[in-house]
T-cell receptor, first 115, second 109 residues
Framework: DTEVTQTPKHLVMGMTNKKSLKCEQH?????MYWYKQKAKKPPELMFV???????INESVPSRFSPECPNSSLLNLHLHALQPEDSALYLC??????????????FGPGTRLTVL | GQNIDQPTEMTATEGAIVQINCTYQ??????LFWYQQHAGEAPTFLSY??LDGLEEKGRFSSFLSRSKGYSYLLLKELQMKDSASYLC??????????WGAGTKLIIKP
């Protein structure tokens, strides 16, 4: 089973709203990732959690706040977003951060529109 | 800096063979991935190469030459469902994935 699930599938929010994106995997992976992807561009890394600790924050604005409640769950809390934050948000997981087993498996993504 | 180059777009005919090239210059190398991504969907894993040579997996094969900083993805017996973007990504010395911009493959009947 190489499934990563994400909810919701689509989200429309205003600039003053607070919302959360959720990601779950049950593959026993210890690394989880948030990516942002704009149309016709590659995924852009936002955050990496390794063993439930934030290991990489790619200078993401504070209006995006990640949370890893346990090894299977990853959340992305959104607050005061801008229209340019509209994108596909992808969650991924991998067995570990290093070595040949670092294949990342992606969830289906959340299509976010900020009005 | 780190750089990965792929053609922006390619067109091929159903039933034919197509080769998508990827060249890279990165700080260190710990493997190269190919992912397939249909429009509006998540990337799905196709292959991983860390040693030189050809890895075959059904209709898809991936080749790596570390000395040349070069890889290709070979798709045989093309089907309409192969129309997608193909992303090359290199694992650098910090074990971070560096992504190419992707190659949009259009299959014509």
């Amino acid at each position: 089973d190489t499934e990563v699930t994400q909810t919701p599938k689509h989200l429309v929010m205003g600039m003053t709203n607070k919302k959360s994106l959720k990601c779950e995997q049950h593959m026993g992976h210890r690394a989880m990732y948030w990516y942002k992807q704009k149309a016709k561009k590659p995924p852009e890394l936002m955050f990496v959690y390794s063993y439930e600790k934030l290991s990489i924050n790619e200078s993401v604005p504070s209006r995006f706040s990640p949370e890893c409640p346990n090894s299977s769950l990853l959340n992305l809390h959104l607050h005061a977003l801008q229209p340019e934050d509209s994108a596909l948000y992808l969650c991924a997981s991998s067995q570990d951060r290093q070595g040949a087993t670092d294949t990342q498996y992606f969830g289906p993504g959340t299509r976010l529109t900020v009005l | 800096g780190q750089n990965i180059d792929q053609p922006t777009e390619m067109t091929a005919t159903e039933g034919a063979i197509v080769q998508i090239n990827c060249t890279y210059q990165t700080s260190g190398f710990n493997g190269l991935f190919w992912y397939q991504q249909h429009a509006g969907e998540a990337p799905t894993f196709l292959s991983y190469n860390v040693l030189d040579g050809l890895e075959e997996k059904g209709r898809f094969s991936s080749f790596l030459s570390r000395s040349k900083g070069y890889s290709y993805l070979l798709l045989k017996e093309l089907q309409m469902k192969d129309s997608a973007s193909y992303l090359c990504a290199v694992v650098d010395s910090n074990y971070q994935l560096i992504w190419g911009a992707g190659t949009k493959l259009i299959i014509k009947p």
